[in-house]
């Protein structure tokens, strides 16, 4: 049987990933730093848990031990944490790794993290420039990251993501319409009249296409998006379908006044990635459009946060 490790397999990523993996017929371990006690919920998706660090070059040596077929890596933040990993390549047939599509720029340099919001064409393709690596911020840790897996001799399929939903996030953006939908509050106010298109993943699109790149080693990058990309309006749409509740949208021109008419997804210009690149090369079919398969995301919230305080459920999202 085909052996994979995930690494951080216990977050909102590789919940979907390793049942996938597992559901494929693989023999799955899962290096965790041992949040969830005892491994029961790794065990219940057929999966073996080994509790350790990245960075804990035994740990390493005992979750790859008699080596494994491929290594998923879910939650690599920079080079520094692709080393340990390359220490042991012997042991590591190919990898597929999760980056993200911050690491983008336009024609002028300007991106994410930027002054400026970039100015992208529509759709923006895998061989779009990117920021430079470094440590300092996200998007250029994870060019780092990305240019570390590049340069080895393990075959590496690098995904980029946008603006991912699937159930187990720290920092779930549907949040900010659940909430109201939850309050009883039925208007959204919408900056740049509710069509700021950001690029939204689902963890099951991500997962689909770690199935597939496992099955297909080879170095390559992939972006890894939901097959629509849907306008601000139309999220909170989708989202109170999910709730079985009516809003009313109040569009309003231009940018956010301070946090009015502010959500994740409100830029000033469109954010699409083209997806026909994984087509191509895996066959990649998405599991459903953003409306289709945000129902997961949005219950996953509703339950977490019952009888409880939100800003102890998501604290990274408080702090947003």
């Known amino acids: 049987m085909r052996r994979a490790l995930v690494v ?8 979907a990933v390793v049942p996938a993996l597992v559901a494929d017929d693989w023999d799955v371990r899962v290096l965790t730093r041992g949040e969830l006690a005892g491994g029961d919920v790794v065990r219940a998706w057929g999966a073996e848990p080994v509790v350790g660090d990245r960075h804990d070059a ?38 597929v790794v999760v980056s993200s599509a911050a690491v ?43 240019q570390a897996w590049a340069a080895s001799d393990v075959p590496t399929t690098i995904l980029r993501p946008g603006a991912i939903h699937g159930p187990g996030c720290r920092q779930p953006r549907e949040w900010v319409f659940v909430k ?20 939204t993943t689902s963890t099951a699109a991500i997962a689909e296409l770690v199935r597939l790149a496992a099955a297909s080693p080879a170095h390559r990058v992939l972006n890894a ?43 000033p210009r469109p954010l699409v990635l083209d997806s026909s690149r994984a087509v191509r090369e895996l066959g990649f079919v998405a599991p459903g459009t953003y409306a289709d398969t945000v129902a997961a995301s949005v219950e996953w919230l509703v339950d977490a946060a019952r ?3 939100w800003r102890e459920v998501f604290p990274a999202f408080a702090r947003m």
């Open 180 to 199: 109201r939908a939850l309050d009883g509050r039925d208007v959204r106010v919408l900056a740049y009249d509710g069509q700021s298109r950001f690029q």
């Open 104 to 146: 983008y720029v336009d024609a002028h340099g300007d991106g994410f993290e930027s002054d400026e919001f970039g100015d992208f064409p529509v759709p923006v393709g895998e061989d779009q420039p990117v920021v430079d690596p470094g440590r300092g911020t996200y998007a250029t840790g994870k060019v780092a990251y990305e």
């Open 225 to 267: 998006a939901d097959p629509d990309a849907p306008t601000v309006a139309q999220i909170a749409q989708a989202v109170d379908g999910v709730m079985g509740t009516t809003s009313r949208v109040v569009r309003v021109p231009g940018p956010p006044e301070g946090n009015v008419g502010a959500t994740p997804w409100s830029v």
């Open 58 to 95: 035994s740990a390493l040596a005992g979750a790859l031990a008699g080596g494994v077929d491929v290594l998923v890596d879910v939650v690599g933040y920079d080079d520094r944490d692709v080393a340990a990993l390359l220490e042991q390549s012997g042991q590591v047939g190919s990898a």
């Open 8 to 15: 951080g397999g216990t977050g909102q990523i590789g919940r």
């Open 307 to 309: 009888d409880r305080d």
